[in-house]
């Protein structure tokens, strides 16, 4: 009986991305395969290792290059990603390590959240410009603010900014930890560590995509944070403000 277009496609697709199911006698059919085979994945491979390098290294160092390689494996054959981007993998390997898969080797209770730490630098530094971005200028008033295009909040229960080869925690941080990343005027990706107030500061403007005027955010941080005496945070926000504008990680509205 002859098989369907759509039966011999899944069936080289399926060969493609797991060999193990390729069954065939024919030498040059073989040969041709593990050409395909070699090409897909060294493809998925390098933007998988380009993208998670501190990963990689950890995996690595624990495991072995073939250790690395398993867990871009198994990512390349279980993973249905929706994008037909190569700038999109970084993201969808991100997503289906939060799945919490399970891989031959043992990956530290910290790898999805450093994964997506290093997918948003990633993110963040090919984010498409925008017209009418307009950065802090030293000594310029401001009435209104909202947060940069290019900057974007994310918290962790480790420490991700830590985390290498001489750092492997074995236990999350004792309080959740808050982050920025975001591109500065110079185009360069930074990070910001920030507490918990300025976490719900940077929260509460990106819920805002249009600014909040300076008034309006310091009535809606006292709302929400009422332990605080309002003369304490406001004067806390004031500062934290032009910080974050010198930094770039938030922008005037005219």
């Known amino acids: 009986m002859t098989q369907s277009f759509q039966t011999i496609q899944k069936t080289f697709i399926d ?8 069954c065939d006698t024919d030498a040059d059919h073989i040969r041709r395969m593990k050409i395909y085979q070699s090409l897909f994945f060294n493809n998925i491979n390098n933007f998988v290792s380009t993208g998670f390098p501190v990963l990689k290294s950890i995996v690595v160092k624990q495991y072995g290059e073939k250790g690395w390689e398993s867990i871009v494996r198994q990512f390349f054959i279980e993973h249905e990603c929706r994008s037909p981007y190569f700038a999109e993998i970084s993201k ?15 990956l530290p209770d910290f790898a999805a959240e450093l994964a997506h730490y290093e997918w948003l630098e990633l993110d963040v ?4 410009n925008e017209d009418h971005v307009e950065f802090y200028q030293e000594g310029e008033n401001f009435t209104a603010i909202r947060v940069s295009p290019y900057a974007s909040l994310a918290a962790y229960q480790f420490e991700v900014h830590l985390i290498g080869e001489d750092y492997i925690p074995e236990q999350p941080a004792q309080e959740q930890q808050f982050y920025i990343v975001y591109r500065d005027r110079e185009f360069d990706v930074q990070f910001a560590h920030v ?13 805002n995509k249009q600014g909040m005027g300076v008034e309006q955010l310091a009535e809606s941080l006292c709302q929400q944070l ?6 304490v945070l406001i004067n806390g926000m004031n500062q934290t403000l032009t910080e974050m504008l010198q930094k770039g990680i938030l922008l005037p509205v005219p």
């Open 92 to 106: 969808e390997f991100v997503e289906y390590l939060s799945t919490e898969p399970t891989f031959d080797i043992t």
């Open 15 to 22: 060969a493609i991305k797991d060999p193990q199911t390729f």
């Open 226 to 231: 009422p332990q605080i005496p309002s003369n």
């Open 125 to 128: 530094s090919i984010r498409k």
């Open 195 to 207: 507490n918990p107030v300025t976490a719900i500061l940077v929260n509460t403007l990106e819920q």
